[in-house]
Protein backbone atom coordinates (compact mmCIF):
# COMPACT_ATOMS: atom_id res chain seq x y z
CA UNK A 1 0.00 0.00 0.00
CA UNK A 2 1.66 3.55 -1.19
CA UNK A 3 2.52 5.59 2.13
CA UNK A 4 -0.39 8.38 1.20
CA UNK A 5 -2.91 5.95 0.64
CA UNK A 6 -2.25 4.75 4.36
CA UNK A 7 -2.12 7.63 5.86
CA UNK A 8 -5.33 8.82 4.39
CA UNK A 9 -6.75 5.80 6.14
CA UNK A 10 -5.66 6.49 9.44
CA UNK A 11 -5.62 10.24 9.54
CA UNK A 12 -9.69 9.55 10.91
CA UNK A 13 -8.79 7.78 13.67
CA UNK A 14 -6.16 9.74 14.55
CA UNK A 15 -8.11 12.82 14.68
CA UNK A 16 -10.85 11.52 16.56
CA UNK A 17 -9.31 9.97 19.49
CA UNK A 18 -6.37 10.61 22.52
CA UNK A 19 -4.38 8.11 23.53
CA UNK A 20 -2.26 10.33 26.49
CA UNK A 21 -4.76 12.08 28.72
CA UNK A 22 -3.95 12.35 32.42
CA UNK A 23 -6.44 13.20 34.73
CA UNK A 24 -6.70 14.16 38.32
CA UNK A 25 -5.58 11.22 39.88
CA UNK A 26 -1.56 12.36 38.48
CA UNK A 27 -0.53 15.67 36.61
CA UNK A 28 -3.89 16.38 34.81
CA UNK A 29 -6.32 19.47 35.74
CA UNK A 30 -9.72 17.46 35.29
CA UNK A 31 -11.65 14.22 36.21
CA UNK A 32 -12.66 11.48 34.58
CA UNK A 33 -16.68 12.96 33.52
CA UNK A 34 -14.84 16.20 33.06
CA UNK A 35 -12.34 14.38 30.10
CA UNK A 36 -15.34 12.88 29.03
CA UNK A 37 -17.37 16.02 28.31
CA UNK A 38 -14.50 18.01 27.04
CA UNK A 39 -13.81 15.13 24.40
CA UNK A 40 -17.56 14.86 23.74
CA UNK A 41 -17.15 18.77 22.69
CA UNK A 42 -14.06 18.37 20.34
CA UNK A 43 -15.85 14.98 18.68
CA UNK A 44 -13.04 12.43 19.61
CA UNK A 45 -14.37 8.85 19.67
CA UNK A 46 -11.82 7.56 22.18
CA UNK A 47 -9.60 8.55 24.53
CA UNK A 48 -7.04 6.66 26.53
CA UNK A 49 -6.82 7.89 30.25
CA UNK A 50 -3.07 6.88 30.98
CA UNK A 51 -2.15 8.55 34.58
CA UNK A 52 1.27 8.44 35.63
CA UNK A 53 3.42 5.46 36.90
CA UNK A 54 3.86 5.48 40.84
CA UNK A 55 7.91 5.66 39.88
CA UNK A 56 7.05 9.39 38.09
CA UNK A 57 4.70 10.93 40.86
CA UNK A 58 7.30 9.56 44.14
CA UNK A 59 9.78 11.58 41.32
CA UNK A 60 7.95 14.93 41.04
CA UNK A 61 6.47 14.68 44.56
CA UNK A 62 2.84 14.56 43.28
CA UNK A 63 0.54 13.33 46.05
CA UNK A 64 -0.80 9.34 45.37
CA UNK A 65 -4.08 9.84 45.28
CA UNK A 66 -5.48 6.69 46.85
CA UNK A 67 -7.36 3.96 44.87
CA UNK A 68 -7.04 5.50 41.44
CA UNK A 69 -6.23 2.75 39.85
CA UNK A 70 -9.75 1.13 41.04
CA UNK A 71 -11.60 4.19 40.45
CA UNK A 72 -11.02 4.27 36.96
CA UNK A 73 -11.01 0.82 36.84
CA UNK A 74 -14.44 1.22 38.31
CA UNK A 75 -15.86 4.28 36.70
CA UNK A 76 -18.34 3.99 33.58
CA UNK A 77 -19.03 7.14 30.93
CA UNK A 78 -22.59 7.88 31.47
CA UNK A 79 -22.38 11.06 30.51
CA UNK A 80 -22.05 10.22 25.86
CA UNK A 81 -20.83 8.31 23.67
CA UNK A 82 -17.18 8.68 24.59
CA UNK A 83 -15.17 5.45 24.83
CA UNK A 84 -13.05 6.11 27.78
CA UNK A 85 -10.12 3.60 27.75
CA UNK A 86 -8.66 2.89 31.07
CA UNK A 87 -4.64 3.05 30.74
CA UNK A 88 -1.85 3.63 32.66
CA UNK A 89 1.76 6.00 31.33
CA UNK A 90 4.38 3.60 32.58
CA UNK A 91 7.93 4.53 32.95
CA UNK A 92 11.19 3.77 31.07
CA UNK A 93 13.94 2.96 34.17
CA UNK A 94 16.86 1.94 33.30
CA UNK A 95 19.33 1.57 30.33
CA UNK A 96 18.28 -2.31 30.06
CA UNK A 97 14.94 -1.68 29.39
CA UNK A 98 13.26 -1.64 32.86
CA UNK A 99 10.03 -0.83 33.19
CA UNK A 100 7.87 0.58 36.31
CA UNK A 101 4.49 -1.34 37.14
CA UNK A 102 4.80 -4.20 34.34
CA UNK A 103 3.65 -6.79 36.23
CA UNK A 104 0.66 -5.17 37.58
CA UNK A 105 -1.88 -7.32 39.14
CA UNK A 106 -4.71 -4.98 38.04
CA UNK A 107 -3.51 -4.74 34.28
CA UNK A 108 -4.92 -1.75 32.60
CA UNK A 109 -5.99 -1.99 28.73
CA UNK A 110 -4.41 0.41 27.47
CA UNK A 111 -0.08 0.78 28.38
CA UNK A 112 2.26 3.66 27.28
CA UNK A 113 5.97 3.40 27.87
CA UNK A 114 7.82 6.80 28.62
CA UNK A 115 11.08 7.93 29.57
CA UNK A 116 10.92 11.16 31.65
CA UNK A 117 13.50 12.72 32.78
CA UNK A 118 14.76 12.46 36.81
CA UNK A 119 12.73 9.01 36.90
CA UNK A 120 14.93 7.43 33.80
CA UNK A 121 18.20 6.51 35.42
CA UNK A 122 20.26 5.87 32.01
CA UNK A 123 22.14 8.99 30.31
CA UNK A 124 20.47 10.64 27.54
CA UNK A 125 22.15 9.40 25.32
CA UNK A 126 21.21 5.57 26.25
CA UNK A 127 17.41 6.37 25.94
CA UNK A 128 17.01 4.88 22.32
CA UNK A 129 19.02 1.42 23.28
CA UNK A 130 16.42 1.28 26.62
CA UNK A 131 13.34 1.95 24.45
CA UNK A 132 14.24 -1.09 22.26
CA UNK A 133 15.60 -3.54 25.08
CA UNK A 134 12.03 -2.67 26.79
CA UNK A 135 10.39 -2.99 23.62
CA UNK A 136 11.90 -6.53 22.87
CA UNK A 137 11.03 -7.56 26.21
CA UNK A 138 7.27 -6.29 26.22
CA UNK A 139 6.31 -5.16 22.94
CA UNK A 140 2.90 -7.35 23.88
CA UNK A 141 2.53 -5.42 26.74
CA UNK A 142 3.04 -1.71 24.90
CA UNK A 143 0.17 -0.07 23.19
CA UNK A 144 2.25 3.29 22.49
CA UNK A 145 5.65 4.83 22.73
CA UNK A 146 5.02 8.41 24.72
CA UNK A 147 7.20 11.77 23.74
CA UNK A 148 9.62 10.23 21.04
CA UNK A 149 10.85 13.56 20.24
CA UNK A 150 11.21 14.93 23.63
CA UNK A 151 13.54 17.80 24.31
CA UNK A 152 14.63 16.68 27.85
CA UNK A 153 17.31 14.18 27.24
CA UNK A 154 18.78 17.15 25.35
CA UNK A 155 17.63 15.93 21.86
CA UNK A 156 15.43 18.56 19.27
CA UNK A 157 13.01 17.16 17.22
CA UNK A 158 15.20 16.72 14.69
CA UNK A 159 17.45 14.25 16.77
CA UNK A 160 15.04 12.55 19.29
CA UNK A 161 14.90 8.90 19.80
CA UNK A 162 16.18 7.33 16.67
CA UNK A 163 13.05 5.45 15.20
CA UNK A 164 14.46 3.72 12.28
Known sequence: MPQRELEMQL?????????????????????FGEIARAAATLELRVVAICDHSD????????PRLGGWKHALHRWRNMINDVQIIRGLELDLLSPQGEISEINLRHRPGFLILSAHKGVYEG??????????????RHADEIDLIGHPCATYFGAGWDEGIDIE
Open 55 to 62: AYMAVYGF
Open 123 to 136: TDDSVTEAYLRAID
Open 11 to 31: EPIVAKSDYHVHSIFSDGAET
